[in-house]
């Protein structure tokens, strides 16, 4: 079975390159969303299995999308180049990835977060 995953990042170069090389790997990938805003309509629109979540999107965090995550038990995890941002205490306990990462290590991280039902 093929796993969906939400992809949120605001740099087209990076979202591009996640987005083909998941696909790659058997991913459907949803997004790139590069706005809160979009990325939360995607959930709407879309059912998805994992998210990987930029941080910093344009000055603004990816929080409220992790909380939706959260709350529909769909796990997620962080991707940041701006170490400046906390993450609040509710989110505390989330994965935060440092930019660059390898798309290797990002699947296996997802794999480990995602249950066998997960998808």
Known sequence: MKRSVLV????FLIAYDLKIQLEERGYIVTGP???VE???AALEKHDICSAILDIDLHGKPSFPVAEVLREKGIPFLFLSGNYSWELPPELSDSLVHPKPVS???LIGE???LCTPDCC
């Open 8 to 11: 949120v990042e605001d740099d």
């Open 33 to 35: 969303a590069g706005s």
């Open 38 to 40: 979009d990325a939360l």
């Open 103 to 105: 798309v290797m290590r």
């Open 110 to 112: 997802l794999n480990d």
